[in-house]
C-alpha cells in the first residue's frame, strides 16, 4: 500500500539549532510533494511544495527541503530555528499520473523549540 | 477572503447517535477532502471530491461513514451509530486542482461519549 513516513515524531531542540524532519514515500513513479505546518491553535497550512524541476526546494519562513528520488525522500530543513517554528510538521504526497490526487499525509513530527 | 468553514466547532455525541458534520469549501475550488487528525496518528484521509467525477471513498474506516458534496459546493460527512474510536478532529480542506495547495479548515472536534 503507497505510504508516507515521517520518524522521530517529537523533536526538542533549542533555539539556533538546526532542524532536518524526514520524509520517505512508498509510491512510485511521478509524485507531487508537500509540507505542511500546523502552528498552536491554527490550522493547517501549506509551507512548501515540489513538482517539478529543481529538487532543491524553498518554502516560507527559511524552509527548505529536497527531493532525492533515488531515496523515495523529501527531508524537509532549517539551518537555524526559532521558538516560532514551534509547531506539528506533515509531509504529504500525490501520485495523479497514476490517477491517484487524494493527498496522503504522514504522521507529523511534533517540534519543540526552547527558547 | 473567506476561507474553509467548518460546523460545529465541537460536538459531544452519545454512542450509538448519528453525527453530520459540514464543510463550506472556498468558492470555485473544485477539490474537497476529509480528514480525520487523531492523536499521534497524523491526518487520515477519509473521502476526495473532484468536480463531477465519482469520489474516491477508499479512506473511509466503515460503512457508518458516508459523505456527500451538493452542488458541487458544501459537503457534509454522516456518522451512523457512533463508537468511541470515531472520537477525533474531522478536518475538510479544499483546492482549486490537485496541485495546488490545500486550505483547511479548522476542523470539528467529535467525541464519542
Known amino acids: 500500500a503507497q505510504s508516507v513516513s515521517q520518524h522521530n515524531h517529537h523533536v526538542i531542540l533549542s533555539e539556533a539549532a538546526s532542524l532536518e524532519l524526514g520524509c520517505n514515500y512508498s509510491y512510485g513513479g511521478t509524485v507531487n510533494l508537500f509540507w505542511y505546518v500546523q502552528y498552536p491553535g491554527q490550522h493547517l497550512q501549506l509551507l512548501l511544495k515540489?513538482?517539478?524541476?529543481?529538487?532543491l526546494v524553498k518554502g516560507i519562513k527559511g524552509f527548505e527541503a529536497e527531493f532525492i528520488k533515488s531515496k523515495f525522500s523529501f527531508n524537509l530543513r532549517k539551518p537555524s530555528v526559532q521558538w516560532s517554528d514551534t509547531a506539528e510538521y506533515f509531509c504529504a504526497v500525490n501520485a495523479p499520473s497514476y490517477g491517484n490526487n487524494r493527498l496522503a499525509f504522514g504522521k507529523g513530527n511534533q517540534v519543540v523549540v526552547i527558547p | 477572503g473567506a476561507g474553509v468553514s467548518q460546523s460545529p466547532s465541537n460536538k459531544v455525541t452519545e454512542k450509538g447517535k448519528d453525527v453530520e458534520l459540514r464543510c463550506d469549501p472556498i468558492s470555485g475550488h473544485t477539490a474537497l477532502y476529509w480528514y480525520r487528525q487523531s492523536l499521534g496518528q497524523g491526518l487520515e484521509f477519509l473521502i476526495y471530491f473532484q468536480g463531477n467525477s465519482a469520489p474516491d471513498k477508499s479512506g473511509l474506516p466503515s460503512d457508518r461513514f458516508s459523505a456527500e458534496r451538493t452542488g458541487g459546493s458544501v459537503s457534509t460527512l454522516t456518522i451512523q451509530r457512533t463508537q468511541q474510536e470515531d472520537s477525533a478532529v474531522y478536518l475538510c480542506?479544499?483546492?482549486?486542482?490537485?496541485?495546488?495547495?490545500?486550505?483547511f479548515g479548522n476542523g470539528t472536534r467529535l467525541t464519542v461519549t
Open positions: 480542506a479544499s483546492s482549486s486542482g490537485y496541485n495546488s495547495p490545500l486550505h
Open positions: 515540489y513538482f517539478s524541476g529543481d529538487p
